[in-house]
């Protein structure tokens, strides 16, 4: 392929339409980009190469092609898929393979999209930095010197090196929507259960979301669309929204909780969304300072519910394969046996409770508007890190502002408002009321029409990359 990878996911089959561009050229040239660069970017654990040509020869066959037809994306691997090995990150899945896809995977088949490979994490989904003993580590893509964050940190980086054109992958408090604010793109946690969750290796059942990694909000409504279950759920989501034009702005009532999720913030983060917030006030939004949350409890609350379900899970393959696991992702696992049922029970009342307190905010609102994480992109290995004039570590800072909303199932949508002074992409977080996915996502397009809101490509995202349909392989 000689020419630039189109970048969005309409541009790419318009140009499909219309002949400009040829689905096996697109997904052998995706293919080709993925494998060339993942000796340094440590994206991918495996690669479909010819599973993925041949599928897409296939579908091209057929009168009627898919909604998605053609578009290259990839999977964090904790999605089953019978053509890949699933690895969760983890040598302690080496003999495990999956005898059906996964729901999502299933759903994205029969769309006419094309899987072209799955996808680095932090070992089990069990850390927000997207370190990986096993299978590398992905850098951050527009400064390798520091995270991508996680634990879906390869999605992130596949979608912004541009060899997917969107990816899976999985929140439990934060790890899509922190990967996508420390990289530039655009990160939807979905309201809880949206996407089913069947065929997905869990974290944590009662907190873990499946969602979207993207480079814009169109992207993501179009994906949504294809994935989205539950009937009923669906035509509620369709009614919520409305035009795409930047006239969604005007009247839209933006709730700003300033306690708490604008304290101890770096600067440039916290200039970043209030420049936003006013300039959606001048196109007519109505901003209203939200009281106080109460945010006491919640990260005990949510860590207490993610180390016994994930213990639980764990424990059979613990006795056999304890020595394969990581040892930071072995001891932390091990925590759950002593955490007692009555804290569980009272941590599992809690999120109740904070989910009406959160329901009951949008009755005077449209959506809340905070920054996604109080810092940029932190250093390679950092374990204390500044946020604003504190420091705390670093699992703690990026996942201060996100974990709430996992313990409450609202739909969060993460979009890149800006660039710090150093170059580093900057996060703001839409939430939502439950299953206001669809006027959520609007929203974000009305910001990326209004030009607050953009992706600004790595410099290496422009690099062509030959096509190729060389056989399939496990890449890391």
């Known amino acids: 392929m000689n020419k630039p990878l189109p970048v969005s996911l309409r541009d790419i089959r318009k140009d499909l339409r219309a002949g400009v561009l040829h689905a096996e050229e697109l997904v052998g040239a995706s293919l080709n980009r993925a494998r060339r660069r993942n000796h340094q970017s440590h994206a991918y654990i495996s690669l479909s190469n010819h599973a993925a040509i041949e599928e897409v020869r296939a579908l091209a066959g057929r009168?009627?092609?898919?909604?998605?037809?053609?578009?290259?994306?990839?999977?964090?691997?904790?999605?089953?898929?019978?053509?890949?090995?699933?690895?969760?990150?983890s040598l302690a899945m080496a003999d495990y393979r999956a005898t059906q896809d996964a729901l999502a995977i299933q759903r994205l088949r029969a769309s006419g999209a094309i899987l072209i490979g799955k996808t680095n994490l932090h070992e089990f989904s069990y850390g927000i930095t997207g370190e990986?003993?096993?299978?590398?580590?992905?850098?951050?893509?527009?400064?390798?010197?520091?995270?991508?964050?996680?634990?879906?940190?390869?999605?992130?980086?596949?979608?912004?090196?541009?060899?997917?054109?969107?990816?899976?992958?999985?929140?439990?408090?934060?790890?899509?929507?922190?990967?996508a604010a420390l990289c530039g793109?655009?990160?939807?946690?979905?309201?809880?259960?949206?996407?089913?969750a069947k065929g997905v290796i869990p974290f944590c059942w009662s907190l873990d979301h499946?969602?979207?990694i993207t480079r814009c909000c169109a992207d993501a409504s179009d994906v949504l669309q294809v994935l989205a279950g539950r009937e009923a759920s669906a035509e509620?989501?369709?009614?919520?929204?409305?035009?795409?034009?930047?006239?969604?702005?005007?009247?839209?009532?933006?709730?700003?909780p300033r306690p708490y999720f604008f304290d101890d913030v770096d600067p440039e983060i916290g200039n970043a969304v209030d420049d936003l917030l006013l300039r959606c006030r001048d196109l007519g939004s109505e901003l209203v300072a939200l009281p106080a949350i109460d945010m006491a409890h919640v990260r005990t609350a949510s860590l207490v519910?993610?180390?016994?379900?994930?213990?639980?899970?764990?424990?059979?393959?613990?006795?056999?394969?304890?020595?394969?696991?990581?040892?930071?992702?072995r001891d932390g696992l091990l925590q759950g046996q002593f955490i007692l049922a009555e804290h569980y029970v009272q941590a599992l009342r809690f999120m109740?409770?904070?989910?009406?307190?959160?329901?009951?905010?949008?009755?005077?609102?449209?959506?809340?508007?905070?920054?996604?994480?109080?810092?940029?992109a932190p250093r390679l290995g950092a374990r204390i890190v500044t946020a604003g004039i504190i420091e705390e570590p670093v699992g703690q800072a990026l996942t201060r502002f996100t974990c709430l909303f996992n313990l409450t199932g609202n739909p969060c949508l993460s979009v890149p408002v800006a660039r710090n002074s150093a170059g580093l992409p900057i996060g703001l977080q839409l939430i939502g009321p439950c299953f206001a996915d669809r006027r959520l996502l609007t929203i974000g397009q009305a910001l990326e029409q209004a030009g607050l809101v953009r992706w600004h490509a790595p410099d290496n995202f422009s690099v062509d990359d030959e096509a190729s349909s060389s056989g399939a392989q496990q890449v890391a």
């Open 305 to 329: 519910i993610q180390l016994v379900e994930a213990f639980a899970w764990h424990k059979p393959r613990l006795k056999i394969h304890a020595a394969l696991y990581g040892e930071d992702v």
């Open 352 to 376: 109740e409770v904070k989910r009406l307190e959160i329901e009951h905010l949008f009755q005077n609102i449209d959506v809340i508007v905070a920054p996604t994480t109080p810092i940029v």
């Open 210 to 212: 499946v969602g979207l």
């Open 63 to 89: 009168e009627t092609a898919g909604p998605l037809f053609g578009i290259p994306y990839a999977c964090k691997d904790v999605f089953d898929t019978t053509d890949m090995p699933t690895t969760a990150g």
């Open 185 to 196: 793109l655009v990160g939807l946690k979905p309201t809880m259960g949206l996407i089913e």
């Open 132 to 179: 990986n003993a096993a299978f590398g580590t992905p850098p951050n893509p527009y400064d390798d010197t520091r995270i991508a964050g996680g634990s879906s940190s390869g999605s992130a980086v596949a979608v912004a090196q541009g060899s997917a054109v969107f990816a899976l992958g999985t929140d439990t408090g934060g790890s899509i929507r922190v990967p």
């Open 236 to 256: 509620r989501l369709t009614a919520l929204g409305h035009g795409t034009e930047t006239a969604a702005l005007q009247g839209l009532r933006i709730g700003v």
